[in-house]
T-cell receptor, first 114, second 113 residues
Framework: NAGVTQTPKFRVLKTGQSMTLLCAQDMNHEYMYWYRQDPGMGLRLIHYSVGEGTTAKGEVPDGYNVSRLKKQNFLLGLESAAPSQTSVYFC?????????????FGPGTRLLVL | AQSVTQPDIHITVSEGASLELRCNYSYGATPYLFWYVQSPGQGLQLLLKYFSGDTLVQGIKGFEAEFKRSQSSFNLRKPSVHWSDAAEYFCAVGAGNNNDMRFGAGTRLTVKP
């Protein structure tokens, strides 16, 4: 049981390049989330999904797009990377929200934008 | 929206000593409260959570936390710290649903031999 996996683990981009981060979960969770973690700021929610085919904006969505074509996968896209998007990106999933909604996190993707 | 403050950026304790990490939240109703731990280069692992009921909750690895509504706090404690507890600890607060869970900035714990 792999839980939540993220691909790639590390990536270097040049300003203006695009890339997609992949998150996969094998727990049959409905809810999936993308966070970014920056020093001194904790984790901030970028986008989330409450089910296959649905996405919604979180706290810091600008510059990112997401897709949830399959229940087990949640993709985060950067169309034109900027140095401000240098961060560690975490994906998480949960079975439900509210009282039952413990989030399970992936190991993270470290992104450096030059 | 809800918010979380972790007043201590970095704490150093000696192995075997007790530990308390502070967490204060802001939310109008009863919040859902979480403590997560992050080891270097790893994702976040849930230590414990509070939704309702007993205000003293037990978690994994010997940690506990107490919800104090009057103080808007959810402090994490451990009676005797082990070297393997060195990590970063995050407090988080959820609202009516977890789609908008807010994390504190984290407290880095160093354990001295």
């Amino acid at each position: 049981n792999a839980g939540v996996t993220q691909t790639p683990k590390f990536r270097v981009l040049k300003t203006g390049q695009s890339m997609t981060l992949l998150c996969a979960q094998d727990m049959n969770h409905e809810y999936m989330y993308w966070y970014r973690q920056d020093p001194g700021m904790g984790l901030r929610l970028i986008h989330y999904s409450v089910g296959e085919g649905t996405t919604a904006k979180g706290e810091v969505p600008d510059g990112y797009n997401v897709s949830r074509l399959k229940k087990q996968n949640f993709l985060l896209g950067l169309e034109s990377a900027a140095p401000s998007q240098t961060s560690v990106y975490f994906c998480a999933s949960s079975y439900s929200t509210g009282a039952g909604g413990t989030q399970y996190f992936g190991p993270g993707t470290r992104l450096l934008v030059l | 929206a809800q918010s979380v403050t972790q007043p201590d950026i970095h704490i150093t304790v000696s192995e075997g000593a007790s530990l308390e990490l502070r967490c204060n939240y802001s939310y109008g109703a009863t919040p859902y409260l979480f403590w997560y731990v992050q080891s270097p280069g790893q994702g976040l692992q849930l230590l414990l959570k509070y939704f309702s009921g007993d205000t003293l909750v037990q978690g994994i690895k010997g940690f506990e936390a107490e919800f104090k509504r009057s103080q808007s706090s959810f402090n994490l404690r451990k009676p005797s710290v082990h070297w393997s507890d060195a990590a970063e600890y995050f407090c988080a607060v959820g609202a009516g649903n977890n789609n908008d869970m807010r994390f504190g900035a984290g407290t880095r714990l160093t354990v001295k031999p």
